[in-house]
T-cell receptor, first 109, second 117 residues
């Protein structure tokens, strides 16, 4: 079966750094996405990785290791507005998105 | 960036009535649109994949006669919840894939909150 695992909830302090991990087992791989979703809103795109390595975009970075079926989203200089759910999603061999359950990130002052 | 709209953003309807939700790609053509349902504190659940000019492909467990999907043009897909019941109350989100895109990113609409009383 297809499976994506990410922690259910994480807590971090404003100004700090947090890493949200995602492991996946899917039938084929055509890219991995990270989305941010605030409560009651639709997801917004954060990053896309299809090759191994680190992609940096401002305060957010995403890393991918295809051989390990592993990705992480790194958030630096945390702000209160970063409190949200972070969804990991993998595009499988049919180019369908397989979603993780999301990680709820709580930022404390 | 690519923009997807949904209408309405919120709808309250009585049990037994039908509700139509529209999903539009505003500045790109979408040969494929997706309809998701999200329960509170849960991840997105793919309901169906909507292809322009052909019948939608429904995921296992999704009743095609209850959730009617029409993708009549390259910029519009509609989801009609027929004979709605309180258990259909949920957050429905559509997404669209740019026909000219190469990274297979899906652009999400803002979602529709459906409450069935």
């Amino acid at each position: 079966g297809q499976n994506i695992d990410q922690p259910t909830e994480m807590t971090a302090t404003e100004g700090a750094i947090v890493q949200i991990n995602c492991t996946y087992q899917t039938s084929g791989f055509n890219g991995l996405f990270w989305y941010q979703q605030h409560a009651g809103e639709a997801p917004t795109f954060l990053s896309y990785n299809v090759l191994d390595g680190l992609e940096e975009k401002g305060r957010f970075s995403s890393f991918l290791s295809r051989s390990k079926g592993y990705s992480y989203l790194l958030l630096k200089e945390l702000q209160m507005k970063d409190s949200a759910s972070y969804l990991c999603a993998v595009t499988d061999s049919n180019y369908q998105l397989i979603w993780g359950a999301g990680t709820k990130l709580i930022i404390k002052p | 960036g690519a923009v997807v709209s949904q209408h309405p953003s919120r709808v309250i309807c009585k049990s037994g009535t039908s509700v139509k939700i529209e999903c539009r790609s505003l500045d790109f053509q979408a040969t494929t649109m997706f309809w998701y349902r999200q329960f509170p504190k849960k991840s997105l659940m793919l309901m169906a994949t909507s292809n322009e000019g052909s019948k939608a492909t429904y995921e296992q467990g999704v009743e095609k006669d209850k959730f009617l999907i029409n993708h009549a043009s390259l910029t519009l897909s509609t989801l009609t919840v027929t004979s709605a019941h309180p258990e259909d109350s949920s957050f429905y989100i559509c997404s669209a894939r740019d026909a000219s895109g190469t990274d297979y990113e899906q652009y999400f609409g803002p979602g529709t909150r459906l409450t069935v009383t």
